[in-house]
Structures are given as C-alpha cells and as structure tokens.
Nanobody
Framework: QAQLVESGGDLVQPGGSLRLSCTAS????????MNWYRQVPGNERELVAH????????DYADSVKGRFTISRDNSKNKVDLQMNSLKPEDTAKYYC?????????WGQGTQVTVSS
C-alpha cells in the first residue's frame, strides 16, 4: 500500500529554518511528481512547492519564493522542503503529496509553528 510519511515539523522562531522530509513507500517513486502543501484550519490547502518526477523542474508559491527549496532523492524515495527565513504566516500543517496520471497520494502532515 502506498504511503507517505512526513517529518521535521517543529516550533521555530521567526527568521529560523526547518527542513521537512517526506519518505515514500509502496509506490514507484520516480514516476510521481511531488508536492508540498500547507493548510491552516478554516482555509483551503495551499500548494507551496512542486518538483517533477525527475527533479529537473521546480515551482513555488509566490509567498515562499526565495525562502523555500524543494528537492528529491529518487534513490531514497524521499522529498525534502528546506524552509529558511520563516515567518509567522508560514505556520500551518504541511502535507506531502505524490501525484501522477493515475494516483493522488497524501501524507498525514507535520505541524510547523513559527512564533517567538
């Protein structure tokens, strides 16, 4: 059964950094585009970062451009999100998503809280 497990969420002060990781199992990882989404209660889930299946192309929400970096290691079935210069408005639950033509798979999420 396909599964995504996120880790790395924490409480961090404004201006700090965190690295989120998502490890996949039960799927052919290198056939999936990978995404990080985030959601605040009461709001819609927001796409934060995207990386293609081969890792050659990335895209970011305007709100995180220049601060966040998505990367993947297909040999380890892993995708990371490096988050720098964190702001209180980055506080949310972050979800890993794997998507291809046939399947759309979600992790359970990891909480990121940016507060002094």
């Amino acid at each position: 059964q396909a599964q995504l497990v996120e880790s790395g969420g924490d409480l961090v002060q404004p201006g700090g950094s965190l690295r989120l990781s998502c490890t996949a199992s039960g799927l052919t990882f290198n056939t999936y585009n990978m995404n990080w989404y985030r959601q605040v209660p009461g709001n819609e889930r927001e796409l934060v970062a995207h990386i293609t299946s081969n890792g050659y192309s990335t895209d970011y929400a305007d709100s995180v451009k220049g601060r966040f970096t998505i990367s993947r290691d297909n040999s380890k079935n892993k995708v990371d999100l490096q988050m720098n210069s964190l702001k209180p408005e980055d506080t949310a639950k972050y979800y890993c998503n794997a998507r291809n033509y046939y399947f759309d798979i979600w992790g359970q999420g990891t909480q990121v809280t940016v507060s002094s």
